[in-house]
């Protein structure tokens, strides 16, 4: 029965390779993706563009221009002359935020009156205009605590994150998600595949259990696909910087698990599939949401209150907290435990299932 698996094994690693589009799948999609993923994807705000409209031409009001000209978050400043022009420049998109500083604002902060300044942001770019609002309070701000001495020093401190390094958030990500993208899609072609070439009905008449199948069709994408997650351990630690504070050891045994909860996923859409496109299909249908309900770009506790609960079915959920943890935390194995403990359920659970409908091929 070894042998037997042995041999099954070998010949899924032979008929990956040989097959150019698993080929590509190995190959080309994870490294682009990775450069791609690495630069692109980033919930940082830069090079923002502000207009300010500044009705007090006052002394403070200067100075808070000037901290929003020193600030490295502001690339272009544009000085406006009227309502009318603030109006179009946030309707044409120039700026994603405008300052209106009315008439008497100096006057109101020394006579002790509300002196009020005005943030008009973009509302199409939601997060960005949230973002850039903070930016400018943060600089506005600078001006006040110069003016009010009794106010008390604010200081802040990034846990895990000091300097809230993008590499540090999106990179520990991608050993995630494109480990899971390689998995699923490998085991989505594999019995597509042989049902293309006409080889899959001499597998079915081979003396082989059809345990010894399953198992010998989930360990050569489980291998590759643990490999890639590998070299994109290694670049994120060499080349992008990102720190390690971890277990090796907690590492791939998450890794395991959440490879193992996915390739079930797989083999059930391969064994539904009749060709490989319908499998392509079939495991993007299945990424999609995962990728979305994972917080892998958005927190999940932002999501509404009633699709919250459908999220702890998420394997990917589980694996990026785990990532996350491992790399920057150096999170405790009683912690760990506690997130993969659901992956290796889901994936007995949907091998079984896989199982099922590999079985009534055979049959």
Known sequence: MLYQLIVLIKKEFLAIWSDKRSRIVIISPPLLQLILFSFAVTLEVKNISIGVLDRDNSVHSKNIIRNLKYSNRFTNIIRLKSEKQLTSLIDSQKVTATIYIPQNFEKDIFTNNKASIQIIADGRKSNSAQITN?????????????????????????????????????????????????????????????????????????????????????????????????????????????????????????????????????????????????????????????????????????????LIPFTDFVSLKYFLILLKGIFLKDMSFQIAISLIWPMLLYGVITLFIAGYFFRKKVT
Do not use: C, H
Request: aromatic share 14%.
């Open 134 to 306: 903070g930016y400018i309070v943060s600089a506005i701000s600078k001006d006040f605590t110069n003016i009010k001495s009794n106010i008390d020093s604010i200081i802040v401190r990034n846990w895990y994150n000091p300097n809230l390094d993008n590499f540090w958030w999106i990179l520990p990500n991608l050993v995630g998600l494109l480990s899971m993208i390689v998995a699923i899609i490998l085991t989505s072609l594999s019995v597509a595949r042989e049902r293309e070439l006409g080889t899959f009905e001499q597998t079915l008449i081979s003396p082989i259990p059809p345990a010894i199948l399953i198992i010998g069709k989930i360990i050569p994408p489980m291998i590759i696909s643990i490999l890639e997650a590998t070299l994109i351990f290694i670049a994120a630690i060499t080349f992008f910087g990102v720190p390690f504070k971890g277990s090796l050891f907690l590492l791939y045994f998450s890794m395991f698990s959440f490879l193992f909860s996915i390739v079930g996923f797989g083999l059930f859409i391969s064994s539904i599939s009749s060709t490989q496109q319908q499998g392509i299909l079939g495991a993007f249908v299945l990424l999609v949401p995962s990728v979305l309900m994972s917080g892998f770009a958005t927190p999940v506790e932002n999501m509404p209150q009633w």
